[in-house]
């Protein structure tokens, strides 16, 4: 059974920085795309960031030069580093990561469980 699990959400003043954590554990032979996506109250989720499994790096216009996605292959883990945040930063951020579970397994795209970012003063 494949889990992903989020860290790091909470309350930061506008302006200021946080760190998403995502670990993926359980029965995995090979791990994809990952990324991070978010969904503000009464908006559809949205793509914030996305790093192949070779580093390769997609952002949304509006967290270029703000968030930088990171990932370590070896512990199965991606990171989103976020600065200068703005109170429209404001949602829930999923991990996500397209994983394939066993050798011979079809690829499958997993979530986590969301955790709660809110910039506010």
């Known amino acids: 059974q494949v889990q992903l699990v989020e860290s790091g959400g909470g309350l930061v003043q506008p302006g200021g920085s946080l760190t998403l954590s995502c670990a993926a554990s359980g029965t995995i032979f090979s791990i994809g795309a990952m990324g991070w996506y978010r969904q503000a109250p009464g908006k559809q989720r949205e793509l914030v960031t996305t790093?192949?499994?070779?580093?390769?790096?997609n952002a949304a216009d509006s967290v270029k030069g703000r968030f930088t996605i990171s990932r370590d292959n070896a512990k199965n883990t991606v990171t989103l580093q976020m600065s200068s945040l703005k109170p429209e930063d404001t949602a829930v951020y999923y991990c996500?990561?397209?994983?394939?579970?066993?050798?011979?397994?079809?690829?499958?795209?997993?979530w986590g469980q969301g955790t709660q970012v809110t910039v506010s003063s």
């Open positions: 996500s990561a397209f994983i394939v579970p066993n050798y011979g397994r079809a690829i499958s795209n997993y």
């Open positions: 790093i192949t499994s070779n580093g390769a790096t």
